[in-house]
């Protein structure tokens, strides 16, 4: 679990530079600032509660157990995003597309490591 967590952060860091980057030079998404940060920190929240959930999980629990609490997970991963996406699109009023894009690239990024990691675990028991 340890590693996965350096991981996490390493992961962590490199999105956060290549945001303040984005957000430095690109004017059309600097009224989307704290979105696009509070966003980040969202999804390591969820990355990291999500996964230690499962880690728990998988030590008490049989191998047969593993599939529907990775779906049960994913889709808790999914929908929590989609719904604070729509939050940010419908109640906050965010109708850039370029904004829209950096938030499910900072999704995908966190999910394939999130996938990587649980499948890292899974083949090492």
Avoid: C
């Avoid at 989307?32 to 999500?50: G, R």
């Avoid at 191998?63 to 991963?77: E, N, S, V």
């Amino acid at each position: 679990m340890k590693i996965a967590l350096i991981r996490h952060t390493i992961l962590s860091v490199i999105l956060g530079m290549m945001l303040y980057i984005v957000l430095k030079n690109y004017s059309p998404i600097k009224d989307y600032t704290t979105y696009l940060w509070l966003s980040l920190l969202f999804l390591n929240v969820l990355f990291v509660i999500l996964y230690r959930l499962i880690f728990m999980t998988m030590q008490t629990q049989s191998q047969r157990a593993f599939m529907p609490l990775f779906a049960l997970t994913f889709g808790l991963k999914f929908f929590s995003t989609l719904a604070l996406l729509l939050y940010l699109i419908f109640v906050e009023g965010i109708n850039s597309k370029a904004f829209v894009l950096l938030f499910f690239m900072q999704y995908l990024s966190f999910t394939f490591m999130w996938m990587y990691a649980v499948w890292q675990k899974s083949s090492s028991k």
